[in-house]
C-alpha cells in the first residue's frame, strides 16, 4: 500500500500481490510454512505416547460437555478436536476449492477434468492395493484410510525436494489435495456412519438453504453466518454424520472474485472522508468500506487460514500421531496387512494412480486435454501426493479400534516417510539428462489460460523491444505511482539482460488517488504524437514529483519535441480516447491497481525484481527452463 512517506522499501510486489494476496500463492505459503510445525507436533505426540502413555491417553480422553437447558453435546477432547475444530479445516478446504472454481485454475471448466481424473485415480488405485492386502479381513473397512493426500505435508515436502518446480505443479498438486479431501468427507458421511437421523440432516440441509437465501440478499455479517453454520454442525451431528461435512459445505457457499475498481474507488473515498474529519462513524463506515472491496472467500482465507494451519491441523496431529513404537509393535506392523496395505497405497498406489489417470486421459482425449506440466513433475507430484496424514489419521481413527488403529497409524508414518523419500529422488533423477529432454519431462507442453482479456497489438500498444521477441510483457500502469517508478528501472534491467522480451506499456491511471496520473498519461500520448512515447515515459516514471502542466511542458522542451503541437494535443486531450481504452482493457482483465504485469498473457502474481521476473520470462519458454 501507498503512504504518505513513500512505498515501503522491499514492497516490489504487484499490485494484486500488495493489495490482495492471491489466494493460491498465500495458501501454498501457509501450508509449505506449517508444514514444519505440524511435523514437530508428530513427533512430539510420538514421544509423548511413547514416555507416558498413560497421560496421553487420558488427557484426550477427558470429557467435556456443552449444555444448554436440558440439550447438550459430551464427547471427550479427541473428538471434540476431530469433529469440532477439525470442521474449520474442511471451511478453509471448501474456501479454497470455491476460490479454485470462480477464479483460479478452473475457472474454465474444461481444466478440472485433468485434475479431477487424475485424483480419482490417485485413490482408486491406493483403494485397490490395500483391498488387495487386506482381501476376506474384517480390515478390508477401512479402505478409504489409504486414498486423501495431506495438503500441508504434500506442499511442504514439495518445497523441500522441489524448491524451483513450476507455480503449475503446486496448482495441480493442490487441486488434487482438494478434490481428494472433498471426496473422503463425502465417504466419511455415507461409509463410517452406523446410524442416520434423516429428520436431523433436512434440518441441516434446511439451514444451508438459509445461508444461501441470506447471501443472496447480501447479508455480509459473519455473525450472521457463525450462527447458521453453528445451527448446521448441531443437526448433522445429531444426524449420525460427521459434522465435519458443515465445513464443506459452508466454504463450498462462499464466492470468490476479483476487487474491482469501482470498489476500490469507493473504499479510497471513505477512508478520504475519515481522514478530513475522524470521527467512530466514519472509522466504522471506512472499514465496511474497505472490507467490501475483498471477497468473502478471500476475507475468510486470511482470518482462518492460519488458525488452521498452524494451531488446529497441529493439535489434531498431537492428539491423534501417538503410537507406542516398540520391538513388537515394529514387527506386529511390518506383518499387519492393514500398515502394509497403507503404505503399499499411498507410496505406490498414488503416483501410479495419478500418472496413469493423466495419461489414459491425455490418450483418450488426443493431447486435448493434458498435464499442465511435464510428465517427470507429474510422477515427481504424485509420490508427493503419497504423503496422507490429516485426513487419512481421521479415517483411521472412524475405522479402527485398539491395535488396529495404531497399526494404521504405522501405516500412515511410514508411508509419509517413503513418499517423501520417493518424491526427493523422482525430482533429482531429471538432472542427469540433456538440458532439452530434461526441460521437456519437467515443463511439458500444455496451453496455460490467458488472463490478459485484450491481446497485444503492436499497430496500437505501446511496444518496446524485438516485435518477434518470444516473450511479450505488459503492465498496466500509472505514471504517478511510486510502485510503477520503481518497476520501471526493473524492467529496464530485464530487456537489456534478454532479448526474446518486448514490453508493452497499457495506461491505468489511478485518479482517486493519484490527481496527476491522468494528465501524465496524455502528456506521454502526446509525446507518441511526434514519436517519442519511450522517451517521455522514461521522463514521467523517473520524474514522479514533477507531473504538473508546467513541468510536463519543459519535460517536452527537454525533449526537443514541437512545443506548441505537444500542448495543443494536450489541451484538446487528444490522448484521452486512446487511455480510456486501455482503462476499459484493464477492467476486462481484472486489473484494480498498479503495476499490474502479464507475462505472454498470463498474469504475474510474484515480486518483480529483476531474478523473479527473469526466471517467470525462462519458465515461459519450455526450451529454457531446464538449466
Given at each position: ?334 506383518g499387519s496387512p492393514v500398515t502394509l496395505g497403507i503404505l503399499l497405497g499411498y507410496t505406490v498406489g498414488k503416483p501410479v494412480g495419478i500418472t496413469g489417470a493423466s495419461w489414459l486421459l491425455t490418450t483418450l482425449s488426443r493431447g486435448r486435454l493434458r498435464p ?25 481413527t472412524l475405522a479402527f479400534r485398539g491395535a488396529q488403529l495404531e497399526e494404521a497409524k504405522m501405516g500412515v508414518l511410514a508411508a509419509a516417510l517413503c513418499a517423501s523419500a520417493a518424491a526427493w529422488v523422482v525430482f533429482r533423477a531429471p538432472a542427469l539428462l ?194
Open positions: 500500500m501507498e503512504h504518505a512517506t513513500g512505498p515501503a522499501p522491499l514492497s516490489a510486489r504487484t499490485a494484486w500481490a500488495r493489495n490482495l494476496e492471491p489466494p493460491l500463492r498465500a495458501f501454498l505459503q501457509t501450508e509449505t510454512g506449517s508444514a514444519a510445525i505440524l511435523l514437530l507436533a508428530t513427533i512430539g505426540a510420538l514421544l509423548w505416547a511413547n514416555v507416558d502413555a498413560s497421560s496421553y491417553r487420558s488427557v484426550w480422553g477427558t470429557e467435556l460437555s456443552i449444555r444448554v437447558g436440558g440439550h447438550g453435546i459430551a464427547q471427550d477432547l479427541r473428538h471434540w478436536l476431530n469433529a469440532g475444530l477439525m470442521t474449520f479445516f474442511f471451511f478453509v478446504v471448501g474456501l479454497e476449492a470455491r476460490r479454485e472454481f470462480d477464479v483460479g485454475e478452473l475457472r474454465e471448466r474444461r481444466r478440472l477434468a485433468m485434475p479431477l481424473v487424475a485424483a480419482l485415480g490417485g485413490m482408486m488405485v491406493p483403494i485397490a492395493i490395500y483391498l488387495v492386502a487386506n482381501a476376506g479381513r474384517p480390515s478390508e473397512h477401512g479402505w478409504a484410510a489409504a486414498m486423501s493426500t495431506d495438503t500441508a505435508f504434500a506442499l511442504g515436502m514439495l518445497a523441500l525436494v522441489a524448491p524451483r518446480a513450476p507455480e503449475r505443479l503446486r496448482a495441480f498438486l493442490l487441486t488434487i489435495a482438494v478434490v481428494d479431501d472433498l471426496v473422503a468427507i463425502a465417504i466419511i458421511a455415507l461409509v463410517y456412519t452406523d446410524h442416520v437421523d434423516v429428520g436431523a440432516l433436512l434440518v441441516a440441509l434446511g439451514i444451508l438453504g438459509v445461508v444461501l437465501l441470506v447471501r443472496a440478499a447480501g447479508v455480509r455479517r459473519g455473525l450472521v453466518y457463525a450462527g447458521l453454520g453453528t445451527g448446521a454442525w448441531v443437526a448433522v451431528f445429531e444426524s449420525g454424520v460427521d459434522p465435519v461435512v458443515v465445513g464443506v459445505a459452508m466454504g463450498l457457499l462462499t464466492y470468490a472474485y476479483p476487487a474491482n475498481r469501482g470498489d476500490l474507488e469507493r473504499a479510497t473515498y471513505l477512508v478520504r472522508l475519515f481522514r478530513e474529519q475522524p470521527t467512530p462513524e466514519l472509522a466504522r463506515v471506512a472499514r465496511i468500506g474497505l472490507a467490501s472491496a475483498i471477497s468473502p472467500n478471500d476475507r475468510l482465507q486470511l482470518l482462518y487460514h492460519p488458525w488452521t494451519s498452524y494451531l488446529i491441523v497441529p493439535l489434531f496431529a498431537l492428539a491423534n500421531a501417538g503410537i507406542p513404537v516398540s520391538g513388537a509393535s515394529l514387527s506386529r506392523g511390518i499442465p506440466v511435464g510428465w517427470a513433475t507429474v510422477v515427481g507430484g504424485g509420490a508427493t501426493a503419497g504423503i496422507g496424514f490429516t485426513v487419512s489419521l481421521l479415517v483411521a540433456p538440458r532439452r529432454l530434461r526441460s521437456r519431462l519437467l515443463a511439458g507442453a500444455a496451453d496455460h489460460i490467458v488472463d490478459l482479456a485484450s491481446p497485444v497489438d503492436p499497430r496500437r500498444d505501446h511496444v518496446r523491444g524485438p516485435e518477434d521477441a518470444p516473450v511479450t510483457l505488459v503492465e498496466y500502469g500509472d505514471f504517478e505511482c511510486p510502485y510503477c517508478g520503481r518497476a520501471e528501472s526493473i524492467v529496464r534491467e530485464l530487456l537489456a539482460e534478454r532479448g526474446d522480451v518486448r514490453f508493452v506499456w497499457r495506461h491505468l491511471p489511478l485518479s482517486d488517488v493519484h490527481p496527476h496520473a491522468q494528465l501524465a498519461a496524455e502528456a506521454s500520448e502526446a509525446a507518441a504524437d511526434q514519436g517519442a512515447f519511450w522517451e517521455m515515459h522514461d521522463l514521467l516514471l523517473g520524474r514522479q514529483d514533477h507531473l504538473l502542466a508546467p513541468d510536463l511542458r519543459r519535460h517536452a522542451e527537454e525533449l526537443g519535441l514541437d512545443v506548441d503541437r505537444f500542448e495543443d494535443h494536450l489541451r484538446r486531450r487528444a490522448g484521452a480516447k486512446r487511455i480510456a481504452e486501455d482503462v476499459e482493457t484493464a477492467d476486462l482483465s481484472g486489473v484494480s491497481g498498479t503495476p499490474t504485469l502479464f507475462i505472454n498473457g498470463r498474469r504475474h502474481h510474484g515480486a518483480y525484481d529483476i531474478g523473479t521476473l527473469s526466471s517467470a520470462v525462462r519458465a515461459t519458454i519450455p526450451a529454457l527452463t531446464g538449466h
